[in-house]
């Protein structure tokens, strides 16, 4: 079992940049690749970035290209989303997630973001 816990949250206006946090605890030690998805109001869950355990490769929702950068440090168990260029169609609840060999097994509690235009 992994366990995971978002920070970083909140409110911010259009343009403004917020940066979540995702810490790990559990069993960490394996070669996991973490992602961030969100739900908005209304919608599905809707995938957003991912990394791979050595950073090395990274994927992107056609979406936030250009705006959202994920990074990973591993002795410390963590991943962060920077989000830049916040825009109003960005509000919405973020959940960290790991992926293991079953498929996207493990999920924080998720933190809400909300962006004012």
């Known amino acids: 079992q992994v366990q995971l816990v978002e920070s970083g949250g909140g409110l911010v206006q259009a343009g403004g940049s917020l940066r979540l946090s995702c810490a790990a605890s559990g069993r960490t030690g394996s070669s996991y690749t973490m992602g961030w998805f969100r739900q908005a109001p209304g919608k599905g869950r809707e995938f957003v970035i991912s990394i791979n355990w050595s950073g090395s490769s990274t994927y992107y929702a056609d979406s936030v290209k250009g705006r959202f950068t994920i990074s990973r440090d591993n002795a410390k168990n963590t991943v962060a989303l920077q989000m830049n260029s916040l825009k109003p169609e960005d509000t919405a609840v973020y959940y960290c997630?790991?992926?293991?060999?079953?498929?996207?097994?493990?999920w924080g509690q998720g933190t809400q973001v909300t962006v004012s235009s």
């Open positions: 997630a790991v992926h293991d060999t079953t498929g996207w097994a493990f």
